[in-house]
């Protein structure tokens, strides 16, 4: 399937796509992370159009059967860790990435890296990857413990330190849970860390990964 030829992909086509092919409680989320991350791309002086199309796209393969992720991912190239074979799940942005790029051909590589970044991130993850990271965090339906702090610091403060909240937010998530933190976590802390003084990762498991 390819549906638009040019880097330009029109913001409509891109959200017609989504809704027929997601159920409809996952295109809503995709729509707020949308306008969310349109929003947070003003304030930061980013690419609103690139933020939008990528907080649009960027649950393109949620829906995928773990099998069919890890199917997919194989076919194509995209490296599958141990982390990732045990909860395919983590694959989503990387392999929605890669299908995107088939999908919509020439959409442009910042938006395939947002996309890509969304789950565990990228290093580095640029300030683009961040907006629409943060974005999918705390887009208006979004509530657990904390949101609306991240919101309000979302409002007032600097991009690295929304970032690095949000994405302390996500690590103190998955130490709750007791499950295993992804190995790229580390990286990004580290970047995390070499921007904001601070690192997202749990104090009662800081040398994890
Ligand atoms: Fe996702
Ligand atoms: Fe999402």
């Not at 076919?75 to 799940?89: K, T």
């Not at 991130?121 to 999918?136: E, H, N, R, S």
């Amino acid at each position: 399937m390819s549906l638009a030829p040019t880097s330009d992909i029109p913001i409509d086509l891109a959200r017609e796509a989504v809704h027929a092919r997601l159920r409809s409680r996952a295109a809503a989320h995709c729509d707020r992370t949308a306008v969310t991350a349109r929003e947070l791309a003003a304030r930061f002086g980013v690419d609103e159009q690139a933020a939008e199309l990528a907080g649009l796209l960027h649950d393109w393969s949620r829906e995928e059967p773990d099998a069919a992720l890890l199917a997919y991912a194989e076919m194509h190239g995209i490296s599958v860790l141990d982390e990732e074979r045990a909860h395919p799940y983590l694959l989503h942005s990387r392999v929605a990435a890669e299908q995107l790029r088939e999908d919509f051909r020439g959409i442009r590589l910042d938006v395939l890296s947002a996309v890509a970044a969304h789950t565990v991130g990228v290093v580095p993850m640029t300030p683009l990857d961040k907006v629409v990271y943060i974005a999918d965090a705390i887009e208006p339906e979004r509530a657990y413990p904390g949101v609306e702090e991240l919101r309000e610091t979302a409002a007032n403060c600097p991009l690295d330190t929304v970032f690095g909240d949000v994405y302390a937010s996500s690590v103190a998530f998955v130490c709750e849970k007791g499950a295993v933190l992804h190995p790229m976590t580390a990286l990004v802390a580290a970047q995390v860390e070499r921007e904001t003084g601070t690192s997202p990762l749990c104090p009662k498991d800081g040398e994890r990964p």
